[in-house]
């Protein structure tokens, strides 16, 4: 089996602060520090323990690290496992008076996928008790054997803010999915969104606005 790895550089999660269109100016980050904690997990790529979370020192994102998120599909891989997924709810703590979005995400990983094998990586995130947004996908080719990355940024007009003054989990869906299609189906084919060392992160950057005055 050809073993997993991921090279450091491109695939080092950096975070930044987002550039939001002109009819964002007036947002800024709030002062003091946000805190994300994991409070429910579900999912065959996030056994529990295996997914942490961290905040930017500046408010503007927070990174998901997992450390067993990986699909596979051909030689010696079991009939569930071309599919992995996990469902994460976050419980975001933000300074009074001020409210959230995301704005962006980025995914990282790293992908080996045989000639006619293709993978994919489909991801949305709502806060609790409102409506699901549509899940983004993207798509992998074979033969491809490097680190993958793909984002998803939504336009500032259509940004969903957390509502305020309420404490709404925050839900992040994530799914990987490897097809063998017409690859050699001894040849084992895998994609992953996991990291070793943890250096490989998903990023979820925020865009922020006061909240009226009650």
């Not at 975001?92 to 994919?120: E, K, N």
């Not at 943890?198 to 606005?209: D, I």
Request: charged share 15%; with cysteine.
């Amino acid at each position: 089996m050809l073993l997993r790895r991921i090279t450091i550089g491109a695939a080092v999660a950096v975070l930044s602060a987002v550039a939001l269109p002109a009819q964002a100016e007036t947002a800024y980050n709030p002062p003091g520090r946000i805190t994300v904690d994991v409070v429910g997990v579900n999912g065959s790529g996030c056994p529990q323990g295996t997914a942490s979370v961290a905040t930017a020192s500046d408010n503007t994102a927070f990174t998901v690290t997992y450390s067993d998120y990986l699909a596979q599909a051909g030689a010696g891989s079991g009939g569930t496992e071309f599919r992995k997924n996990c469902q994460l709810a976050l419980q975001v703590r933000v300074p009074q008076g001020f409210t959230y979005a995301i704005a962006r995400a980025d995914y990282r990983g790293f992908a080996h996928l045989q000639r006619g094998a293709f993978g994919q990586e489909r991801a949305n995130y709502y806060f609790q008790g409102m409506a699901q947004s549509a899940r983004v996908s993207h798509q992998f080719t074979g033969p491809y054997t490097d680190n993958w990355q793909a984002s998803d940024q939504t336009e500032y007009a259509d940004l969903v803010w957390a509502p305020c003054g309420e404490e709404r989990n925050l839900n992040v869906n994530t799914e990987l999915r490897v097809y063998a299609g017409t690859s050699n189906p001894q040849a084992l084919s895998f994609m992953s969104m996991d990291s070793t060392d943890g250096s490989v992160s998903t990023v979820y950057h925020f865009a922020w606005k006061e909240c009226p005055a009650v």
